[in-house]
T-cell receptor
Framework: DIQMTQSPSSLSASVGDRVTITCRAS??????LNWYQQKPGKAPKLLIY???SLQSGVPSRFSGSASGTDFTLTISSLQPEDFATYSC?????????FGQGTKVEIK | QVQLQESGPGLVKPSETLSLTCTVS??????????WAWIRQPPGKGLEWIGY???????NYKSSLKSRVIMSIDTSKNQFSLKLSSVTAADTAVYYC?????????????WGQGTLATVSS
C-alpha cells in the first residue's frame, strides 16, 4: 500500500497567515493527489484534485503544488472558516490511502 | 445538487454484521461516470477507504477487509450498500459513502454526512 505522510500533524496560525501543509508519498504517484478539508462532525470536502486543480467553488486562496513525491497545500491568507483538519489522498493505485491529517488551529 | 445519505443501525454487536445503505439524490448510481465508495474514520483517527462499486456491480475492496466486505448496488432505488461481517471494536467508526469520478484523477467529489457505527455488546 502507498503510505501518505503529512506534516505537521497540527499547527497554530492567525487569521491572515500563510499556511503550508506537506504530504509525502512513499512512492511515485504522479499527480494523483487530492486534498480535503474536514470540520468537526462534518464530512470531508474536496479542495484540490490532481495535485493543483482547484475544485469548483473553492476560494482561490487555496492552492496545491507537487515536487516529486512531495505535495503541498497552501492557504495564502488564513480565514476564520479555514480552521479545520486537512487530509491528502492518493488515487494512483488502490487501496486509495489518506494522510493522517493536519489540524489547523487558531493561535 | 448531488446528495448522499447513509442509513443503518448505530449499534452492532461483536461478531455480527454491520449493514449500511447510501441513498443518492440529484444524481444516478446508474451513471457510468462514477464509482460509489465507502470510507470510514475511527474516532479521532484518519480516513480509510473500504472499497467501491460500479453500476454494473463490479467491485474493488481494500485487501485487508476483502474477506469481510460485500458491497451491492440497487439501481431501481438509487442506492448502494455495505455489509461488513464479523465486526469487532476496531470497526467502530464514522462510515461515509461518497461518489468517485471514475477516470483520472479519481477523486471523491460528493460525500454523505456520515453515520457512526459502534460495535459493542
Amino acid at each position: 500500500d502507498i503510505q501518505m505522510t503529512q506534516s505537521p500533524s497540527s499547527l497554530s496560525a492567525s487569521v491572515g497567515d500563510r499556511v503550508t501543509i506537506t504530504c509525502r508519498a512513499s512512492q511515485s504517484i504522479s499527480s494523483y493527489l487530492n486534498w480535503y478539508q474536514q470540520k468537526p462532525g462534518k464530512a470531508p470536502k474536496l479542495l484540490i484534485y490532481a495535485a493543483s486543480s482547484l475544485q469548483s467553488g473553492v476560494p482561490s486562496r487555496f492552492s496545491g503544488s507537487a515536487s516529486g513525491t512531495d505535495f503541498t497545500l497552501t492557504i495564502s491568507s488564513l480565514q476564520p472558516e479555514d480552521f479545520a483538519t486537512y487530509s491528502c489522498q492518493q488515487s494512483y493505485s488502490t487501496p486509495w490511502t489518506f494522510g493522517q491529517g493536519t489540524k489547523v488551529e487558531i493561535k | 445538487q448531488v446528495q448522499l445519505q447513509e442509513s443503518g443501525p448505530g449499534l452492532v454487536k461483536p461478531s455480527e454484521t454491520l449493514s449500511l445503505t447510501c441513498t443518492v439524490s440529484g444524481g444516478s448510481v446508474s451513471s457510468g461516470s462514477y464509482y460509489w465508495a465507502w470510507i470510514r474514520q475511527p474516532p479521532g483517527k484518519g480516513l480509510e477507504w473500504i472499497g467501491y462499486i460500479y453500476y454494473s456491480g463490479s467491485t474493488n475492496y481494500k485487501s485487508s477487509l476483502k474477506s469481510r466486505v460485500i458491497m451491492s448496488i440497487d439501481t431501481s432505488k438509487n442506492q448502494f450498500s455495505l455489509k461488513l461481517s464479523s465486526v469487532t471494536a476496531a470497526d467502530t467508526a464514522v462510515y461515509y459513502c461518497a461518489r468517485v469520478i471514475n477516470s483520472w484523477p479519481y477523486y471523491f467529489d460528493y460525500w454523505g454526512q456520515g453515520t457512526l457505527a459502534t460495535v459493542s455488546s
